[in-house]
């Protein structure tokens, strides 16, 4: 059974910090994406990463950063929080061998920026 | 690049009728369309999905269309239930490459 795992759920920051989000996987999948879901806007992609060191802008990267030094592990970095990026952020992930295009989600991120 | 429309934003039902969402795309070569499921508090999960070379898939209670002349693709719920209640969203993408979602569909299934 697939399971992403993520750092926090709820996870209050001030604007200026650096936000740190981690996201785990334990299927040894390939692929790794962050979104963020915002009411009406559906999940939008941040980021996403084919492989290890690998890194792809999604449809909203600015603001955000990623890193992927290990498989398992996706981290998405918010370098100066600002108020508009208050959401729930979800990293999920898929297999890319065997056309399994399925992705798997995590639980979500509640972050909020005062 | 690729934009995923989906209607209605929200719509109730009462339990047992059917109920029916729509998503359009824009890209031609998008050939994966999969339908998520998020209840209150959860993740979403995958509950069906279609490629571009079947025009229809079943599965229970649950079926999705395609039209790929027209660009759209509708998810059908039929002898609905109160577990049907969630946020429903579609998606589109090529193959293994990144997908986009639609805006997402509150159905809230009355008893």
């Known amino acids: 059974d697939v399971k992403v795992t993520q750092s926090s759920r709820y996870l209050v920051k001030r604007t200026g910090e650096k936000v740190f989000l981690e996201c785990v996987q334990d299927?040894?999948?390939?692929?790794m994406f962050w979104y963020r879901q915002d009411p009406g806007l559906g999940l939008r992609l941040i980021y996403f990463?084919?492989?290890?060191?690998?890194?792809e802008k999604g449809d909203i990267p600015e603001g955000y950063s990623v890193s992927r030094e290990k498989k398992e592990r996706f981290s998405l970095i918010l370098e100066s929080a600002s108020t508009n990026q208050t959401s729930m952020y979800l990293c999920?992930?898929?297999?890319?061998?065997?056309?399994?295009?399925?992705?798997?989600f995590g639980p979500g991120t509640r972050l909020t920026v005062t | 690049g690729e934009n995923v429309e989906q209607h209605p934003s929200t719509l109730s039902v009462q339990e047992g009728d059917s109920a029916v969402i729509k998503c359009t795309y824009s890209?031609?070569?998008?050939?994966?369309f999969p339908w998520y499921k998020q209840e209150l508090g959860k993740r979403p999960q995958l509950i069906i999905d279609?490629?571009?070379?079947?025009g229809e898939k079943k599965d229970q209670r649950i079926a999705v269309t395609l039209n790929k002349t027209a660009k759209h693709f509708s998810l059908h719920i039929t002898e609905t239930q109160p577990e049907d209640s969630a946020v429903y969203f579609c998606?589109?993408?090529?193959?293994?490459?990144?997908?986009?979602f639609g805006q997402g569909t509150r159905l809230t299934i009355n008893p």
């Open positions: 999920a992930s898929r297999d890319r061998e065997n056309r399994v295009y399925e992705q798997y």
């Open positions: 299927m040894d999948h390939e692929n």
């Open positions: 990463s084919y492989d290890v060191k690998m890194k």
């Open positions: 890209d031609s070569a998008s050939n994966y």
């Open positions: 279609i490629r571009s070379n079947v």
């Open positions: 998606a589109a993408g090529q193959g293994a490459q990144k997908l986009v």
